[in-house]
């Protein structure tokens, strides 16, 4: 760390986020010039897409290649990272906390997007608050139109660091799917006030432990949304990106009986931090997988990037690895390309009665962002298949059947 802080203090952030993901210096000066400056040696060949902030409030976050025709005939904005050590140090910071791209695609991380969502007639998106012994959170429930009293299937949803729940509905159109597939949605939103960049807390040790810290808010919203709306308890079910992702496995980890099946998108597994130097190490692939403990295994989904420079893909494996029985289960590979042009290996893996438990995309070439997204919201990757989808696929073929049957 203390040379990480020497080459923070020169300016040099590359290099230093380099070393925190655990090149050496040598490394680095034999690799070769690659977008961004961030090309060390050993890294994928696919090109990584990290999403490009607007250049002005209002703006669509793009891919890169778009982002160069949309500034055709206008002035590149200044690096902002490299115009002060000061003004550097503290977007290398921010890229520190928050879960968002490298510096040299992370200009504009404190950017929050506030998008217009449109909510159909009859249909509302309203504000909620949840309290408990540990502390409060707001939350937005999108209520569908056609809702009269039924027992609907509930989706929490966890937004990923700078965004908040309107940013990452718009991003991820889940409240389109609810109103098609009749389901209901949650979006708890984490405050300033509980992370600067407002991340769930994923890598502390006291937010990933039931009863307590984070997850006993979580859970607290998905029993209120119940509660109110006279949802089906054998239908919840709990899925992020980024932090969100990391967060959705620890509830998946800390409240099994709550939840039906989870889905993690460029997340980690739970338990593989427990501070912010042991996230670091984790978010480079280093983190110690926790075995999951007595209790029911929970089905879980998951979407991660083979290029993926912020959250290294080795931590989807361990999400899986994590989630699964200690059994061996049937294992079916399929390869296959989206629509929009990116290859992914899809790798589904059922019990012996033939039921499918765990589900991973591999997206090649993606990087840090929701696959299949709308550029409504932030990062986002429309090139990809519809992360949303598949997992709303995946979800509403599990049922909870202990829930059920408590009531």
């Known amino acids: ?80 990272a490299a115009s002060s050590p000061r003004q550097g140090r503290a977007t290398f910071r921010d890229d520190l906390f928050a879960l968002g791209p490298v510096p040299a695609v992370g200009r504009g991380l404190g ?79 984490q405050p300033q006030s509980a992370n600067m960049q407002r991340c769930w807390n994923w890598f502390n040790a006291g937010d990933q432990r039931r009863e307590g810290g984070e997850p006993s808010l979580i859970a607290g919203i998905a029993l209120q949304v119940i509660e109110e709306f006279a949802a089906d308890p054998a239908r919840v079910y709990v899925a992020g990106l980024s932090a969100g992702g990391a967060t959705a496995a620890v509830m998946a980890a800390t409240y099994p009986e709550l939840f039906a099946a989870a889905g993690v998108h460029s997340g980690l597994a739970c338990g593989a931090a427990k501070d912010m130097p042991s996230a670091f190490a984790a978010m480079a692939g280093r983190g110690a997988i926790r075995r999951r403990s007595e209790g029911p295994m929970l089905p879980t989904i998951v979407f991660h990037g083979d290029a993926d420079r912020t959250v290294s893909p080795v931590n989807g494996d361990q999400v899986v690895a994590q989630a699964g029985p200690e059994v061996a289960l049937t294992k079916v590979v399929t390869r296959g390309e989206s629509p929009g042009g990116m290859a992914y ?51 509403l073929a599990h049922v909870n059947a202990k829930a059920a049957s408590r009531h």
């Not at 669509?60 to 005939?73: E, I, M, N, V």
């Not at 012996?352 to 990062?379: F, K, P």
């Not at 989808?389 to 995946?394: K, L, S």
């Open 1 to 80: 760390m203390r040379e990480v802080t020497r080459l923070t203090q020169a300016g040099k952030l590359t290099e230093a986020m380099a070393l925190l993901r655990g090149h050496i210096a040598s490394d680095f000066a034999q690799a070769g010039p690659a977008r961004g400056g961030a090309g060390l040696a050993g890294e994928t060949k696919h090109p990584a897409l990290d999403m490009i902030a607007p250049s002005e409030t209002g703006g669509a976050w793009t891919p890169p290649s778009q982002s160069r025709d949309r500034a055709a005939g206008e002035s590149h904005r200044p690096n902002t």
């Open 111 to 189: 950017f929050s997007r506030q998008p217009q969502l449109a909510v159909p007639d009859g249909a509302r998106f309203e504000e909620r608050t949840f309290s408990n012994h540990v502390g409060s959170r707001t939350y937005k429930v999108y209520v569908p139109s056609f809702y009269a009293g039924q027992a609907l299937p509930v989706v929490i949803m966890l937004h990923g660091c700078t965004q908040n729940p309107d940013d990452f509905a718009a991003g991820t159109r889940m409240n389109e799917l609810a109103e098609e597939q009749r389901f209901l949605v949650a979006y708890p939103r």
């Open 345 to 395: 290996t899809r790798i589904v893996q059922r019990d012996d009665a033939g039921t499918e438990v765990l589900e991973q995309w591999v997206l090649h070439g993606a990087g840090h962002a929701w696959s299949g997204g709308s550029a409504n919201g932030s990062y986002t990757d429309a090139r990809g298949p519809d992360a949303s989808r598949e997992m709303i696929r995946f979800f």
